[in-house]
């Protein structure tokens, strides 16, 4: 059983198209994210939902608008993309947000943008 | 505010090499220091944990110090496999995020 779960797990498709990204945690946890990794590997994270609400909304593009319809699922729609859009991006949970420095990571969805 | 420092890699070593990855950190308040790790191909692991000043975090043979006086939290592993290879993060937890270096990357060989 897949603790944390994305899908896709490689995304290609061309600028200015309209994209998403699902997630899936089955742990039970109350916290939920949404990082970006680029070629460096350097990690930033760009949202995080506590039970459906929205905690961190970091200085991201409002083209990336994050959906969580339960506190199991937090999706990442994102609109008109771009070149630099082209990353990796890993969903994670937490069982809270007291707890948020134990994560758990999905294994990445890798968003090519031609 | 908060940030953290580890050292640039890629660290290269040969099997039953003693590892060092240094790392330090910037924080108010009283932060939870962690290391991850990413395996090719793969989300990011805990890898171990240490909660406050003088706890040493430990598993699968590596270990780090939480060193308040220093603000580091150097990870060490006294003989490395080639299935260590990876790539390491240092990462503070303050309030609601963790807050992650740069990354390490480990290459062992045979």
């Known amino acids: 059983d897949t603790a944390v779960s994305q899908t896709p797990k490689y995304l290609v498709t061309q600028m200015g198209n309209d994209k998403s990204i699902k997630c899936e945690q089955n742990?039970?946890?109350?916290?939920m994210y949404w990082y970006k990794q680029d070629s460096k590997k350097f990690l930033k994270i760009m949202f995080s939902y506590n039970n459906k609400e929205l905690i961190i909304n970091e200085t991201v593009p409002n083209r990336f608008s994050p959906k969580s319809p339960d506190k199991a699922h937090l999706n990442l729609h994102i609109n008109s993309l771009e070149l630099g859009d082209s990353a990796v991006y890993f969903c994670?949970?937490?069982?809270?947000?007291?707890?948020?420095?134990?994560?758990?990571f999905g294994p990445g969805t890798r968003l090519t943008v031609t | 505010g908060n940030s953290v420092t580890q050292m640039e890699g890629p660290v290269t070593l040969s099997e039953e090499a003693f590892l060092t990855i240094n790392c330090t950190y910037t924080a108010t308040g009283y932060p939870s220091l962690f290391w991850y790790v990413q395996y090719p191909g793969e989300g990011l692991q805990l890898l171990l944990k240490?909660?406050?000043?003088?706890d040493k975090g430990s598993n699968k043979g590596f270990e780090a110090t939480y060193r308040k006086e220093t603000t580091s939290f150097h990870l060490e592993k006294g003989s490395v496999q080639v299935s260590d290879s990876a790539v390491y993060f240092c990462a503070l937890h303050n309030t609601d995020k963790l807050i992650f270096g740069t990354g390490t990357r480990l290459q062992v060989f045979p």
């Open positions: 742990l039970g946890h109350d916290t």
């Open positions: 240490a909660t406050k000043a003088d």
């Open positions: 994670a949970s937490s069982q809270d947000l007291v707890g948020g420095g134990e994560q758990y």
